[in-house]
T-cell receptor
Framework: RKEVEQDPGPFNVPEGATVAFNCTYSNSASQSFFWYRQDCRKEPKLLMSVYSSGNEDGRFTAQLNRASQYISLLIRDSKLSDSATYLCVTPGGYQKVTFGIGTKLQVIP | EPEVTQTPSHQVTQMGQEVILRCVPISNHLYFYWYRQILGQKVEFLVSFYNNEISEKSEIFDDQFSVERPDGSNFTLKIRSTKLEDSAMYFC?????????????FGPGTRLTVL
């Protein structure tokens, strides 16, 4: 199993829809997880952290399922500005972090 | 809001030439990182740096690569003899002391093109 696996998509959803992405990880000892957002040809930007069972910030909810070793990101009421690639990030060592390939979201008017 | 800056934004070089990519991390951050992203591929960890030394590096970070913090503000990545496959976007990142290892703030990147 890869360290971090994501469905690359693209997910094409209409404005206002709810969309969810999953990310599976292989290191069962991982304690912290993050979702980053990356716009085309731009740097990754931290979206949300997931330390325990989950985290919610406005329209965004991140969940962690340790038993099945996956984290999810739920986006409610999708906006056009949510169109981006969403990167799942987990620790891979003392300082190293491992990025998933990212899931591309396209919100359609 | 403080941010990580990188120069140049785009560097074009000939194969075999040396390049130095520059980064200015956020001023009160103590951990520094370099990543690369080949077009269409995932972001890959290269190296982490703390207390003036490398703390971890990936298998990509071979003898052709080196990092340095020459003064109190700059953090550089040097590629001694560039190859075609070094063409990528290179991101610098930094984080504050005490924060989780993943809460990193990224610079806008330097696009390196090796001809």
């Amino acid at each position: 199993r890869k360290e971090v696996e994501q469905d690359p998509g693209p997910f094409n959803v209409p404005e206002g829809a709810t969309v969810a992405f999953n990310c599976t990880y292989s290191n069962s000892a991982s304690q912290s997880f993050f979702w980053y957002r990356q716009d085309c040809r731009k740097e990754p930007k931290l979206l949300m952290s997931v330390y325990s069972s989950g985290n919610e910030d406005g329209r965004f909810t991140a969940q962690l399922n340790r038993a099945s070793q996956y984290i999810s990101l739920l986006i409610r009421d999708s906006k056009l500005s949510d169109s981006a690639t969403y990167l799942c990030v987990t620790p891979g060592g003392y300082q190293k972090v491992t990025f998933g390939i990212g899931t591309k979201l396209q919100v359609i008017p | 809001e403080p941010e990580v800056t990188q120069t140049p934004s785009h560097q074009v070089t000939q194969m075999g030439q040396e390049v130095i990519l520059r980064c200015v991390p956020i001023s009160n951050h103590l951990y520094f990182y370099w990543y690369r992203q080949i077009l269409g591929q995932k972001v890959e960890f290269l190296v982490s740096f703390y207390n003036n030394e490398i703390s971890e590096k990936s298998e990509i970070f071979d003898d052709q690569f080196s990092v340095e913090r020459p003064d109190g503000s700059n953090f550089t990545l040097k590629i001694r003899s560039t190859k075609l496959e070094d063409s990528a976007m290179y991101f610098c990142a930094s984080r504050r002391a005490g924060g989780p290892s993943n809460e990193q703030f990224f610079g806008p990147g330097t696009r390196l093109t090796v001809l």
